[in-house]
């Protein structure tokens, strides 16, 4: 310590010397040439430089003078003893079972080593196999979705195919239904024509051998079976007319027996011919059929040609004008037409050889079916 403070104050003496020797030669020597000068003012560098050394080195000493000193490590009171030969061989037994004990952590070491190397060849061998197995799934899910998407275009195909199929099938059937419904109105009307041919070739020959035997007048017509006299027999006739009509609506066109069961709902021309075909079998008084939204007369039986001498067809075109009288009774008795009851007109008609001829008419109309709102009357004479 003494030794540095020595030789600090040596090289405080000599800078300082230093730093004035070289004012002192500037001061002695003013006029002097311009070496002189800048050598002086090269000593006077050198000098600052060493002063500022100088107080660097001082103030580190200073720091160090103010650290503490670590204190000095006490000495072991209980320190044991390794000059007994007991303790050698305490030390030495000891050093043994060290020994021991770490060859066979060495061994343990070691077989945990083997065992941890063929756990990593066991996992390696299942990371290969595990590549394989996704290798193989990915195939086939990529081969399952080619095959569902070419079974999904092939049942595409196939029920746009069927959709075809029932539509062609669907129009077939819809063409069979209307070849056998017209085949069914055929036939009917051709049953129709025959019945009627040979009716009207019966009417002819009883006409004829009646003309031969003498000529009688319209108002005296003989008529065959029991012929309706009275307002009550026309009224029970008229019911039973309204039941054959929804009879036709609601059981036989309808009965899975029924030889119509199948014929279109829209063939409401063969519902009327089968309505009149029943009609027509009533052979106790006249019977029409009257439409209400038509406002005429659609249909007579052939017991209005016994009465009055004119057949069906020309009686139903020229209702309105073989009526002489009783035209607008005939009109009321439509307006007062329920479907419970029943409305009564008396009418004279002109017949075909031209007398006059008193009708009672009754009238009742359809209440249910497809005939419903037409309406029934039959004609018998006062």
């Known amino acids: 310590m003494l030794l540095a403070l020595r030789r600090r104050l040596q090289l405080s003496g000599l800078i300082i010397a230093l730093y004035f020797a070289s004012i002192l030669i500037i001061s002695i020597?003013?006029?002097?040439?311009?070496?002189?000068?800048?050598?002086?003012?090269?000593?006077?560098?050198?000098?600052?430089?060493?002063?500022?050394?100088?107080?660097?080195?001082?103030?580190?000493?200073?720091?160090?003078?103010?650290?503490?000193?670590?204190?000095?490590?006490?000495?072991?009171?209980?320190?044991?003893?390794f000059s007994s030969p007991e303790n050698i061989g305490e030390l030495e037994q000891a050093l043994k079972d060290a020994q021991s004990k770490n060859h066979d952590l060495i061994q343990k070491q070691n077989q945990l080593e083997e065992t941890l190397h063929k756990h990593e060849q066991e996992k390696a061998q299942f990371e290969l196999k595990l590549q394989d197995i996704q290798h193989q799934i990915e195939a086939q899910s990529l081969e399952a979705d080619e095959e569902i998407r070419r079974k999904t275009t092939l049942l595409s195909e196939y029920q746009e195919t069927i959709n075809q199929q029932r539509e062609v099938i669907k129009?077939?059937?819809?063409?069979?239904?209307?070849?056998?419904?017209?085949?069914?109105?055929?036939?009917?009307e051709v049953k129709t024509l025959l019945q009627l041919a040979e009716i009207g070739n019966s009417k002819k020959e009883s006409a004829y051998s009646e003309e031969k035997e003498n000529e009688q007048p319209s108002s005296s017509y003989v008529y065959g079976g029991s012929m309706v006299r009275s307002p009550e027999e026309a009224s029970v006739l008229l019911g039973r007319c309204i039941n054959i009509a929804q009879k036709i609506t609601t059981s036989n066109r309808f009965n899975s027996n029924s030889r119509f069961h199948h014929m279109p709902l829209d063939s409401s021309a063969l519902d009327f011919r089968r309505l009149y075909d029943s009609l027509r079998s009533e052979t106790s008084?006249?019977?029409?059929?009257?439409?209400?939204?038509?406002?005429?007369?659609?249909?007579?039986?052939?017991?209005?040609?016994?009465?009055?001498?004119?057949?069906?067809?020309?009686?139903?075109?020229?209702?309105?004008?073989?009526?002489?009288?009783?035209?607008?009774?005939w009109n009321a008795a439509l307006g007062q037409l329920s479907p419970h009851t029943e409305?009564?007109?008396?009418?004279?008609?002109?017949?075909?050889?031209?007398?006059?001829?008193?009708?009672?008419?009754?009238?009742?109309?359809?209440?249910?079916?497809?005939?419903?709102?037409?309406?029934?009357?039959?004609?018998y004479p006062a």
């Not at 406002?295 to 075109?317: K, P, V, Y």
């Not at 309105?320 to 009783?326: M, W, Y």
């Not at 009708?359 to 109309?365: F, P």
């Open 29 to 81: 020597y003013p006029d002097a040439s311009l070496l002189k000068f800048v050598f002086g003012l090269f000593i006077a560098s050198v000098g600052s430089i060493l002063a500022f050394l100088l107080l660097r080195q001082w103030e580190k000493s200073k720091l160090a003078e103010q650290l503490p000193l670590p204190s000095s490590p006490e000495p072991m009171q209980n320190a044991p003893s």
């Open 171 to 188: 129009k077939k059937q819809e063409q069979i239904s209307e070849l056998e419904s017209k085949v069914r109105d055929l036939n009917y």
């Open 285 to 329: 008084s006249g019977i029409i059929v009257y439409s209400l939204k038509e406002n005429r007369l659609i249909f007579a039986n052939d017991q209005i040609e016994m009465i009055m001498g004119w057949n069906s067809e020309t009686f139903t075109r020229n209702f309105s004008e073989i009526i002489r009288e009783g035209y607008e009774e």
């Open 343 to 379: 409305s009564k007109a008396r009418m004279l008609f002109k017949t075909k050889n031209g007398q006059n001829i008193l009708i009672n008419c009754h009238l009742k109309i359809i209440p249910t079916g497809i005939f419903r709102h037409y309406v029934i009357g039959t004609l």
